[in-house]
């Protein structure tokens, strides 16, 4: 990697650490490194707009700004395990980042596609889901697709068949995220091939592989990051019941066993040509799901779809909308974010849909009876 020296005034680089001491950004590099990527945005022809939507601050050793609660944390053991091999040095265990990345060979799409895999009979058993659902911390803004969770649950599922058994974080975070890589580079090829319009790439929020900034990126915001002081912070596929940590071990639920079980387009059949990478069958059982197990993501997701409903069309004009909401102490950097995420993951479960205008984008409902059903009573769950 190539290291490159900048000569920056006292001044800028006093304000640069101000936002950094604000915890607005983890250190120096990565606010560069955010610049960087911003910039390059800006002169592909994205607007301003366009990139605080897409959420224009994370690098690769962030961790979410907005959560108003301490870390997740896991038994003391857990901590001594973590210890040991820690999230980084798996991320080092993998490649070293490289400027250009070979196009994935049909040998490797067949080998990768063979660990994602389902497998309907397994010794492992899920976890049962809890009596009554609780409400958890927001989904953090960064997390803005849905189709990651599928790949992490029918992963972990396919890795339980083989051993018999639920694996040690530790163990799977390099070969995980890994294989999550090369996924996300195959679906960045077929992209690229199809000149996928805006807003419809397969690849979108899955990393690359032997880029270990955004395979550190998927693990921190979709499986666990293993916090400086050795603890494991559960990510996003704990945040909605899809799996849960046992010490070190991350096992799925019923839900998450049932999720990874669907029939997937990617997948399953390798279809180049999918309109999307989850499956309509997929798509309604997440929103199902996230009704009933996942309530602060529902409010939120509730809250965005109302203000659209009520005539919010734009990015500003939800985000305005739905401020109040929100925590007082986010900054309005924090709640664009925010609200972006929710709106990406809106319009992967079909519940809200993206029309662009030039550079502006307007938001519209999904199916009126998919809508209205899922904007109603939410119903409470049950063992």
């Not at 003391?76 to 993998?94: D, L, P």
């Not at 995220?177 to 000149?195: P, Q, V, Y």
């Not at 197990?293 to 305005?320: C, H, Y």
Request: aromatic share 6%.
């Amino acid at each position: 990697m190539p290291l490159i020296a900048v000569n920056l005034s006292d001044k800028l680089l006093q304000e640069i650490r101000d936002l950094i001491d604000k915890g607005r950004y983890a250190t120096l590099e990565s606010f560069i490194e955010i610049g960087a990527f911003n910039q390059l945005a800006l002169e592909r022809g994205a607007s301003p707009a366009e990139i605080v939507e897409r959420g224009h601050r994370r690098s690769s050793s962030d961790a979410p700004v907005q959560s108003t609660k301490p870390p997740t944390a896991i038994t003391k053991s857990a901590r001594a395990t973590a210890a040991n091999v820690s999230r980084k040095e798996a991320v080092v265990q993998m490649a070293s980042k490289v400027d250009a990345i070979e196009p994935v060979t049909e040998d490797e799409a067949k080998v990768v596609f063979s660990r994602f895999a389902h497998h309907p009979e397994t010794k492992a058993v899920p976890l049962k889901m809890p009596q009554q659902p609780q409400p958890g911390e927001r989904i953090f803004g960064q997390v803005n697709r849905l189709f990651p969770l599928k790949l992490v649950c029918r992963w972990l599922a396919a890795a339980a068949a083989d051993e018999g058994q639920w694996p040690k974080y530790t163990a799977i975070a390099a070969p995980l995220s890994d294989d999550a890589g090369t996924i996300g580079s195959l679906l960045d090829d077929w992209d690229k091939a199809l000149e996928r319009e805006r807003g419809s790439e397969l690849a979108t929020a899955l990393p690359r592989r032997k880029n270990n900034a955004s395979l550190d990126r998927f693990l921190s915001q979709f499986v666990a990051r293993i916090t400086r002081a050795s603890e494991i912070s559960a990510g996003a596929v704990c945040q909605y019941e899809f799996a849960r940590f046992d010490d070190s071990t991350l096992a799925l639920t019923e839900q998450g066993a049932a999720f990874a079980a669907l029939k997937n387009p990617i997948l399953d059949a390798n279809d180049k040509k999918a309109a999307s990478a989850l499956a309509k069958s997929e798509a309604e059982f997440l929103a199902a799901h996230i009704r009933t197990w996942v309530p602060t993501e529902w409010i939120d997701m509730k809250t965005v779809l109302e203000a659209v409903q009520a005539g919010k069309a734009s990015p500003t004009e939800v985000a305005t909308a739905v401020r109040a909401e929100l925590p007082p102490g986010w900054s309005d950097s924090m709640v664009q974010t925010h609200v972006s995420g929710v709106i990406a993951r809106l319009g992967e479960i079909r519940l809200l849909s993206r029309t662009w205008q030039g550079r502006n984008v307007r938001y519209e409902l999904g199916g009126a009876d998919y809508v209205t059903s899922f904007l109603g009573t939410k119903t409470e769950g049950h063992s």
